[in-house]
């Protein structure tokens, strides 16, 4: 009996396995064509703008964020790390949730603009100088000098005094003559103007002095940043003090009064005379 339904046995097996196979194949096809049509959507990480970013903005934290964009949106050249456009500037506007394009982009020394190495703030101004002002042509772009200013200062009582005075500290040298570029070495180069990066306040300041008397520079050091909270003008008082002492600038005693004429009737028995003497006073 076992013999003659042996071949419906095999039959049924042969029919299961071959629901196994075409159940194992179908399964694999929809993972297939699955995996082809997420091909390219998978989320990528990239860098994009928080806000409308303008040209020559200098690219900080608060204007960027990490978002996932599918892997067949992500354009050529965009930027998955932070730390690759934070300090950059960027050349051309960058919209709000705009991918960052390392191609829009240039870190500022490779910028020749003035207005991009410019600071925030600051506002460039180009002052004449010569040989002796500008410090004998040792002043590159990217030192800092002080600023003196030397006038005539009028006094209540229609006088001129002579005055210098240290108008501004550490201001920085953005271009001398037309060169924007920093020069290595102790090799001087002459030029008849430096461009300097002031407030508006200070530019205001150092246009009327300049109209007012004559400046000088001086170079500082590159390891000195410090600004002085007082530097007392140099007066011609505190020169001869300097030089001579504190007690110099004593001031004179008063004249002693010029003395003054009396004069005085003088009988000598019946002569009369008028006698002139000199009348001093206590």
Known sequence: MLRSRLPFIVALLFAGFAVMMTGAYIRSREAQIRRELMRGREPVQVLVATQ???DSTRIDESMLALVNRPADSIQPHAIANPGDAIGKIAVVPIYQNEQILDSKLE???????????????????????????????????GDFVDILGMFQLPTPDGKQVPITITLM???????AGRSAVSQRGMEAAPSESITLALTPEETELLL??????????????????????????????????????????????????????????????????VVTVPERRL
């Not at 007392?232 to 600038?249: C, E």
């Open 169 to 175: 500290q550490r201001v920085q040298v953005l271009a």
């Open 52 to 54: 409308d970013i303008a």
């Open 107 to 141: 870190r500022p020394q490779q910028i020749s603009s003035l207005s991009a190495k410019t600071p925030a703030g600051k506002r460039a101004i180009t002052l004449a100088v010569d040989a002796i002002s500008g410090v004998g042509g040792f002043i590159h772009p």
């Open 208 to 273: 009327f002095a300049r109209e007012q008397g004559r400046l000088q520079f001086s170079l500082r050091p590159k390891t000195d940043s410090a600004v002085l909270a007082e530097v007392q003008p140099m007066t011609v008082d505190r020169l001869i003090a300097k030089i001579l002492g504190p007690g110099a600038m004593q001031p004179a005693p008063p004249p002693e009064p010029e003395p003054t004429e009396r004069k005085v009737e003088v009988y000598r028995g019946l002569i009369r005379e």
